[in-house]
């Protein structure tokens, strides 16, 4: 079956603009991550969504900042008045349960690049 | 909380010649420890896991780790390395307590297979 898809796979910005990034995950997947993964570095949580629910948001960086999954299923990542230091890879993760061991299922990813 | 630290960003290694790639956490409860791979354009994938039972886990393409508890460490080792095998490896830790856990990736390893 079709894997986690996110859209669109680039992003060009001008700063101050705000940007919508998509995520697909996997039909009856329970679970939905974002990350952003700056140049040279790992994947960096940002939140987590059970179903609608988005139940972990400690690592959204700043209020402009701002993720969605109102039916359960698509999720959107917004950010609000883009920054220089936004510019990275925004990946989206989907699992099965939540549960800690399980796998995770990653996207392509979006690069978002602001000027 | 955890974290996780890959010290080689970049390993070079002929084909056919063996590779470790090294990981080591911090933690001061119980993990769960993966190997996620990138390939070129492509996005993360599970290597391997450990959730519990045997300290040394194997994948399907040749990889193996061993947990080593009392030097914290998750090395990720191959005898004989291919070509298809370039790409950015991570190590991640959760916690091993239930529920949902927030995942911690390292800054990812390159490995470069040589001809």
């Known amino acids: 079956g079709a894997g986690v898809s996110q859209s669109p796979r680039y992003k060009v910005a001008k700063r101050g603009q705000d940007v919508a990034l998509r995520c697909d995950p996997i039909s009856g997947h329970v679970s939905l991550f974002w990350y952003q993964q700056a140049l040279g570095q790992g994947p960096e949580f940002l939140t987590y969504?059970?179903?609608?629910?988005?139940?972990?948001k400690s690592g959204l960086p700043s209020d402009r900042f701002f993720a969605e999954r109102p039916e359960g299923s698509v999720s959107t990542l917004k950010i609000q008045r883009t920054q220089q230091e936004d510019s990275a890879v925004y990946l989206c993760a989907s699992s099965l349960i939540g549960l800690a061991g399980g796998e995770q299922f990653f996207g392509p990813g979006t690069r978002l690049t602001v000027l | 909380a955890q974290s996780v630290t890959q010290l080689d960003s970049q390993v070079p290694v002929f084909e056919e010649a063996p590779v470790e790639l090294r990981c080591n956490y911090s933690?001061?409860?119980?993990?769960?420890l993966f190997w996620y791979v990138q390939y070129p354009n492509q996005g993360l994938q599970l290597l391997l896991k450990?959730?519990?039972?045997?300290?040394l886990v194997e994948s399907i393409n040749g990889f193996e780790a061993e947990f080593n508890k009392s030097q914290t460490s998750f090395h990720l080792r191959k005898p004989s390395v291919h070509i298809s095998d370039t790409a950015e490896y991570f190590c991640a830790v959760t916690l091993n307590s239930g529920g949902y856990q927030k995942v911690t990736f390292g800054t990812g390893t390159k490995l470069q297979v040589i001809p």
């Open positions: 933690s001061s409860v119980s993990v769960y």
């Open positions: 450990y959730l519990s039972g045997s300290t």
């Open positions: 969504f059970q179903n609608e629910a988005q139940l972990d």
